[in-house]
């Protein structure tokens, strides 16, 4: 290259100066090359990119990261850094892809035409379906007359519709579904608001207890399935491991009272078969004999002595069948240890002495102190802001049933129903059905054609979870005040809309005072002044200095919690005045007509029956039984014997309700005088990888005494007959029936 | 390039799993993490009632005793990664082989589909494919790009995530740094809620592998048979409480 002489540079310079002043161009330019398909900003070709999010499989609010590769997320894995599931996730979380790329989804809005009968839907535009809405909303001579029921709904979603319902004059949102009531969370709440609750504090969503797994040296856990759907299950499985290997004090001792040895069971050291519906006897006679013997560490039981006053030991040892001697050992054991502590589980809220038996069981927490103790009973700080203060609260069954009345009386106009499946998980006797025939129009929100969304007149399907956004309060809680949340990983794959921007947009068009009470221009506008609520948080694990930022660190977090644990120590308001009573448990079903108890339980893969439309759980093994893709029942070898049948024979389980036919699995861990069989198959609808496998058992369930208002659905109360078919169906299995338990390769 | 293998094999990790039962729950959480990273298909109903099944780790139920003292017990059991590896030396074609880290790799490319390999396993977890996986579209999606979608006629079974092991040395390799202990974490290590799992190399005495392997609880399948197994097992169930 030629060097560049000192005059040749004045001169260059000269001619450049020029130019600037008096802006000639120069030459040449630099022009960028476009080319003709321009990768997203943030993709390197073959990295992945990680973005963090919530699982929406459960109410548990989990943290994500989800793997996301070309546009398309290939893996979801536990968000390490979040305080509740601490990097872990289970079989359901991990099967979330299923229902993004779901073939089954809707890939646009529907509208029924010719009624509800035919199931002929038509394709309809997003315009169109607003219109409509807004028209009839307009048309409405009385607001009131609108319902929305939702079941696993993001609290976001909650928060907006209850401004927009209360903004309409119509009552707040109902929220019911399977499987919250198969884990009890509204009658947990209940039994800590009894205990815990300020004499004027929340009516709706009372904190949940937290029962802390992880530290407690003996756990006694009455029905609660803590390791499979009950509450948090992957934050009590991590709790559970830590239990069991992590302790400083050596191994922890977990006791499974329950009348079926379910996967919980199986992990504990003592499974104790009671009788169903004597559970609270069970922790009345430990309380009597912990207070009478003055057994621990606490000194005197003499304040509590009331509680048990006319406790007979002996009796409940004739009345559960759990002889005096076990329950003298057990109580010695659970008084002996420092941290020890009683889970009231969620089964027992189907038994009609639900609440009087889960009373019991945390008057033994109560009884020994465990109340804000290190592996003992705490209940959840609340989060800094009032936005996510008052998360969502589950409804009582009543709350449903008197939705159904109202729809019966044709005082519902319209109904919105958003990620709950109530043709399904409601038994007939309902009515729900019945009742949808008197709303002039029905509005479903599902992403897929299930059982529900078959009798909407509208279907306008939300986005997946992992193309959405939301956020969720985690309840029962983590160590720590948390809000997980959610945001898209991915572009939606079709024509759907969040739920949210549909129910923002009705509320402008419908304009005056729901206009004013949402004036959000969409769901992310409101997400972001939500989330700056808790800007300047100095116990926050970030903070910014301005509200976009705050806002991009939440995203880039997966949501907020606080640096350091910090959980609330429950004070008894609610001691009870006089002894503690546990009635009779009343079932449906003369014991002579029909001998068994029938034991439903939450499927660990299909949960209560959502999960059945994803491939990956359908093949998910049961690890009890290792049945797949069906429903089987679970008889006591016994009990099989006496009637005659073997594995893999059909047999009609007939309760006074209805009746089903299922292959029987011959099964060693039940009592021989009940029948088990998991809730979740049984689709008439829901996709290609549910429909027609199985059945429903909630079609067994029959109502308890007329089911007497308020009382939650006695889904545990039913008893039953089996009857042999003389037919065989091959149970699909993962243990080969050989006998040795031993695989063989096909 | 033959200087950089050679000190690589020198140095080279024993990758080894270490499964503590008295943790394990049963949840099957490792087994959906399975099928979502290594692209598993599914078997369907009909398929899954002749006793098919496509798993790389599956979860073994055992009875113990009678109603009412009886006992479940659960065991993950995944491809053992034997040392002395009953499947290897039957391969005609060296389609299953033993790498420099100790691994039994599985070529798939090499498969004939002869399931000689199957058959010598006394752990009993390989898996063949009957049939053409199927993935109706869209969930062709979620399959993971950095592991072979087999085709039928091909025997397939866990590789310790060997995409990870070579994702995480490539990483620490492009920044310079070395391997830490636990920076490596197969899929169904990694999602295991009560952390049951733990993944690392035996060749490092401090690793935590290393250190539970050394627990007075740990034994091995089938040791009796000589394989060695890199699955390392801590018995579970020793309880201090009387009841």
Redesign the interface.
């Known amino acids: 290259m030629k060097r560049l002489s000192r005059r040749d540079f004045l001169k260059t310079a000269a001619v450049a100066g020029v130019g600037v002043f008096t802006g000639i161009a120069p030459t040449v330019r630099r022009v960028a090359l476009e080319p003709f398909v321009r990768p997203p900003e943030e993709e390197l070709p073959g990295r992945a990119t990680w973005f963090a999010s919530t699982c929406r499989q459960c109410p548990a609010g989990c943290g994500i990261l989800v793997r996301v590769?070309?546009g398309?997320?290939?893996?979801?894995?536990?968000n390490p850094a979040h305080p509740l599931?601490r990097?872990?996730?289970?079989?359901r979380?991990?099967?979330g892809?299923?229902v993004?790329?779901?073939?089954d989804r809707l890939k646009n809005a529907v509208r029924q035409t010719g009624g509800r009968e035919p199931r002929q839907f038509k394709p309809i535009q997003w315009t169109e379906a607003l219109d409509q809405l807004v028209s009839t909303l307009n048309g409405l001579a009385d607001r009131s007359r609108v319902a929305f029921l939702g079941g696993l709904v993001p609290d976001h979603l909650v928060a907006l519709v209850s401004s927009f319902l209360k903004a309409l004059g119509a009552p707040p949102p109902v929220l019911f579904d399977l499987h919250t009531t198969l884990e009890g969370r509204a009658e947990a709440a209940d039994l800590a608001r009894r205990w815990f609750g300020k004499p004027q504090g929340q009516v709706q969503g009372f904190p949940l207890p937290m029962y802390d797994i992880a530290r407690a040296?003996?756990i006694f856990s009455f029905g609660a399935n803590l390791?499979?759907t009950w509450m948090s299950?992957?934050s009590q499985?991590?709790d559970?491991?830590l239990m069991?290997?992590g302790q400083a004090g050596?191994?922890g001792?977990l006791?499974q009272f329950e009348p079926r040895?379910s996967?919980?069971a199986?992990?504990a050291?003592?499974?104790i078969?009671v009788e169903p519906g004597t559970e609270g006897l069970i922790a009345l006679g430990l309380g009597r004999i912990i207070v009478e013997d003055n057994l621990g560490h606490v000194g005197s039981h003499r304040d509590h002595a009331y509680l048990y006053r006319n406790v007979s030991v002996s009796d409940i040892a004739q009345a559960s069948g759990v002889s005096i001697e076990t329950l003298r050992?057990?109580a010695n054991?659970f008084a002996d240890?420092d941290r020890s502590v009683a889970i009231p589980g969620g089964y027992l809220a189907g038994l009609s002495n639900g609440a009087q038996t889960m009373d019991t069981v945390m008057a033994l927490n109560v009884v020994m102190r465990r109340l804000g103790r290190e592996g003992g009973v705490f209940l959840p700080h609340q989060v800094p802001a009032e936005q996510f203060t008052s998360s969502a609260s589950i409804s009582p069954f009543s709350e449903a049933q008197s939705l159904i009345e109202r729809m019966k009386a044709g005082q519902v106009d319209v109904l919105f129903i958003h990620s709950t499946n109530p043709v399904y998980e409601l038994p007939g006797w309902a009515g729900f059905v019945e009742a949808l025939d008197k709303v002039r129009l029905v509005v479903s929100f599902s992403s897929f054609m299930d059982e529900t969304a078959i009798w909407a007149d509208l279907v306008l399907p939300d986005h997946t979870y992992l193309e959405g956004w939301g956020y969720q309060g985690v309840s029962p809680g983590a160590d720590r005040p948390a809000v997980s949340g959610q945001q898209p990983v991915v572009r939606p794959?079709y024509d759907t809309r969040s739920t949210a921007d549909v129910v923002l947009a009705l509320a402008a068009r419908l304009g005056g005072q729901v206009a004013q009470a949402l004036p959000w221009s969409d769901e992310v506008a409101f997400l972001e002044q939500s989330s700056t609520q808790l800007l300047g948080t100095s116990s926050g694990i970030y903070d910014a200095r301005t509200p976009d930022g705050f806002w991009s660190r939440w995203r880039q977090h997966g949501g907020w919690w606080t640096e350091k644990p910090l959980r609330d120590e429950p004070e008894v308001s609610g001691m009870p005045t006089g002894p503690l009573q546990v009635s009779p448990a009343a079932f449906v079903g003369d014991p002579q007509q029909y001998p068994f108890h029938l034991a439903l339980y939450p499927s660990?893969?299909l949960t209560d029956g959502r999960g059945a439309n994803q491939?990956?759980?359908?093949?998910?093994?049961d690890?009890?039984t290792?049945g797949?893709?069906?429903t089987w029942v679970e008889l006591?070898?016994?009990t099989a014997r006496s009637l005659g049948v073997h594995d893999n024979d059909v047999v009609k389980v007939i309760s006074p309700q209805g009746e089903l036919e299922a292959a029987v699995v011959v099964y060693?861990?039940?009592?021989?005088d009940a029948v088990a069989i998991p809730v979740g198959q049984g689709h008439s609808d829901y996709g290609?990888f549910a429909e027609r496998?199985g059945s429903n058992p909630l079609s067994l369930v029959a109502p308890l005494l007329g089911q007497a208002p308020g009382l939650p659905l006695q889904w545990a109360a039913t008893r039953v007959r089996v009857e042999g078919t003389g037919r065989r169906q091959?149970?699909?299995?993962?243990?080969?029936l050989d006998g040795a338990?031993?695989?063989?390769?096909? | 390039m033959a200087q950089d293998v050679k000190s690589s094999a020198e140095a080279s990790p024993r990758w080894a799993m270490v499964v503590d039962l008295d943790r394990c729950t049963g949840c099957q959480a490792c087994v959906i993490a399975c099928h979502a990273e290594n692209n598993i298909p599914v078997v369907g109903e009909e398929q899954a009632a002749y006793g098919r099944w496509m798993h790389w780790i599956i979860i073994q139920r055992y009875w113990e005793g009678e109603y009412p003292n009886v006992k479940a017990r659960l065991m993950p059991v995944m491809c053992q990664q034997c040392t002395q590896a009953p499947c290897e030396p039957v391969c005609p074609v060296f389609a299953t082989y033993h790498n420099p880290e100790g691994l039994n790799a599985q070529i798939y490319n090499r498969c004939i589909g002869t399931r000689f390999c199957g058959s010598a396993c006394p752990y009993k977890v390989r898996t063949f494919n009957w049939f053409e996986p199927e993935f109706p579209a869209p969930l062709t999606e979620q399959l993971n790009p950095d592991v072979t979608v087999r085709s039928r006629g091909i025997m397939e079974k866990c590789t310790f995530c060997i995409q990870r092991i070579r994702r995480a040395e490539m990483d620490v390799k492009a920044e310079g740094r070395q391997l830490a202990d636990g920076q490596v974490q197969p899929a169904c290590v990694q999602t295991c809620p009560p952390s049951a799992l733990v993944f690392g190399d035996l060749n490092d005495p401090n690793s935590q592998a290393s250190q539970l392997a050394r627990s007075h609880r740990s034994f091995r399948l089938l040791d009796e048979l000589g394989t060695d197994p890199a699955v390392i097992y801590l018995k579970g169930g020793e309880t201090n409480v009387p009841g």
């Open positions: 590769i070309n398309r997320a290939r893996k979801i894995e536990g599931n990097g872990k996730l289970c079989a979380g991990q099967t892809l299923q993004l790329y779901n073939p040296q003996v390791l499979e299950p992957v499985s991590y559970y491991g069991r290997q050596g191994r001792f006791a040895l996967m919980t199986a992990s050291d003592k499974w078969p050992k057990l054991v240890a794959l660990l893969a491939p990956w759980l359908q093949e998910m093994p690890p009890m290792t797949r893709w069906n006591n070898p016994v060693p861990g039940i009592r021989p290609r496998r091959e149970l699909a299995r993962l243990e080969s338990g031993r695989e063989k390769l096909r």
